[in-house]
């Protein structure tokens, strides 16, 4: 058999169900498509996923020519480049990991439907979730729409299964070897696709990130305690690395429960999340643009473009939310409690329409996952599914003061507040600090009208 695997987020070449498969079932050659119609879309040039990306392909790359083989790269739509190299190389069989996403979902079926067409079998598999939709359910069989018991099923199972964690193993013997002299390390991709490489603020690749599981599982013990402050590393940090599949979700769990202390079961659970916002996505696509709880659709936003505007840019006032929101647009990364804070800050004070934070988001963040980014968004904003309840309003001054007490994080990103004290960064006297924006609205005045603007739901 002569099979392709296409990888697409699952950049690496370890514990890889798609390829995993491909290579015990024929001679497999690797392939990555820059796919056009995702590319169009970016606004940036030089995105730095894309350089993300680029790097994690390379590092795939050398691994490849030491057994003889190589990566074959295109740019285009993938829905005729798939088929064209299928035709190319006399593919019998193309092996995928499945998607969750309206988009991926809508892609792979055409790319299916034209091999068919010309008799080549298209098989995908589980791979970036650990459990997918049909396989956590309620005891009357339908699906979970509130994180906790659905988590409760999920450890359920696992501890069933005898906690068996399958590692997809790779025989890269069985790769077709040639020599590929259009390889990635000798192409200018960027210049074909009209982008540019930009600095990269994480070095990419499996290496890395396994390096980085490392170090995090020496204080995973710590994390229950350490994961709200930004200032500190409390968290892992492989958002990015599992978002295009430097490294396994299975790697992660693995890592997790080997580790039995509060921290690691903690830890396990933010990985259930993850299952648990691929499952809504895939089982409830119009999440992707409307409310998941659809009376939440009636509200009428009363925000500003300008409060926007001020809040995209790291200037409304608040001193947690403009270091924040200073913080991704310079590194593309945000911790989760501010990721929390802003979106909340962004709904429920500035008023502003959560699909518009986002976008925004979606824009800048090096993770950004469709399926957690909606989930988180609409966390915030009450709509979602196990939302907090929309009476409950993040105050950005006690937030601060909690999970940022000394303005450690606040002062890395907000220079114009370097001199003022723990006590008086938070809620700043603006006499004092003359370079720092007033607040752009009152807290106080804003929670109330909040309150007002969500009564449209509490109506309904
Ligand atoms: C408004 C908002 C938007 C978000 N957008 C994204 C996004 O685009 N991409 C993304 O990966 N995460 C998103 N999150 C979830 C979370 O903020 C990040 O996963 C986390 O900050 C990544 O840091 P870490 O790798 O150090 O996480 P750790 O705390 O070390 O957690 C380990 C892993 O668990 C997963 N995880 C953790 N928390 C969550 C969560 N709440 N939901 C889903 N998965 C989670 C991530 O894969 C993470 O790498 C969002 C949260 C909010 C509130």
Redesign the pocket.
Same mark, same amino acid.
């Given at each position: 058999m002569k099979n392709l695997c296409w990888i697409r987020r699952d950049l690496r070449l370890h514990d890889h169900n798609a390829l995993s498969h491909s290579l015990k079932d024929g001679e497999t050659v690797i392939v990555f498509i820059f796919d056009q119609h995702i590319l169009d879309k970016l606004k940036n040039k030089s995105d730095k996923r894309l350089t993300f990306i680029y790097d994690s392909l390379a590092e795939i790359e050398k691994q490849l020519q030491k057994k003889g083989s190589s990566l074959i790269v295109r740019y285009g739509k993938p829905e005729d480049e798939i088929p064209k190299l299928c035709e190319e190389l006399r593919i019998d069989k193309v092996f995928t990991n499945r998607d969750y996403e309206p988009y991926a979902k809508k892609r792979d079926e055409l790319v299916a439907k034209k091999l068919k067409a010309s008799g080549i079998e298209f098989e995908t598999f589980k791979d970036s979730a650990f459990h997918e939709k049909h396989e956590i359910l309620t005891g009357s069989g339908s699906l979970y729409k509130v994180f906790t018991p659905y988590k409760n099923k999920w450890l359920e199972k696992f501890e069933e299964s005898g906690k068996v964690i399958p590692d997809y193993k790779c025989e890269l013997k069985n790769l077709r070897k040639f020599s590929n002299p259009k390889n990635i390390l000798e192409t200018d991709w960027y210049k074909v696709m009209g982008f540019h490489p930009s600095p990269s603020v994480l070095k990419a690749g499996t290496n890395e990130a396994l390096k980085r599981l490392e170090a995090?599982e020496n204080h995973m013990n710590k994390?229950k305690e350490a994961?709200d402050f930004p200032a500190i590393e $409390?968290? #892992?940090?492989? #958002?990015?690395?599992?978002?295009f599949g430097n490294i396994s979700?299975r790697d992660?769990i693995r890592s997790g429960v080997s580790k039995r202390s509060e921290g690691a079961s903690t830890?396990v659970a933010?990985?259930i999340?993850?299952d648990?916002?691929h499952m809504i996505l895939d089982t409830h696509p119009y999440v992707e643009k409307e409310s998941f709880k659809r009376e939440y659709d009636q509200i009428k936003w009363l925000g500003s473009d300008e409060d926007f505007k001020a809040w995209c840019e790291g200037r409304t006032g608040f001193p947690i939310v403009d270091a924040a929101m200073r913080c991704l647009n310079e590194t593309g990364?945000?911790?989760?409690r501010l990721?929390?804070i802003?979106?909340s800050f962004l709904c429920k004070i500035l008023l502003v329409d959560w699909r518009k934070?986002?976008r925004y988001?979606?824009e800048k963040?090096m993770?950004?996952?469709?399926?957690?980014?909606?989930? $988180?968004?609409q966390? #915030?904003s009450s709509s979602g599914c196990d939302a907090q309840p929309y009476f409950r309003i993040f105050n950005p001054y006690t937030q601060s003061e909690k999970f940022d007490s000394e303005g450690l994080f606040i002062k890395q990103w907000v220079p114009e507040l370097a001199k003022a004290n723990a006590k008086e960064i938070h809620r700043p006297d603006v006499l004092l600090y003359p370079g720092y924006p007033l607040p752009i609205v009152s807290y106080e005045k804003n929670r109330q009208r909040c309150l007002e603007m969500y009564t449209v739901v509490k109506k309904s």
């Open positions: 995090f994390y994961r $409390g968290t #892992s940090n492989l #958002s990015t690395y599992i978002r979700v992660m830890w933010e990985i999340w993850r648990f916002y990364m945000m911790h989760n990721r929390m802003v979106a934070g986002e988001f979606a963040l993770d950004y996952d469709l399926a957690a980014n909606n989930g $988180g968004w966390w #915030s």
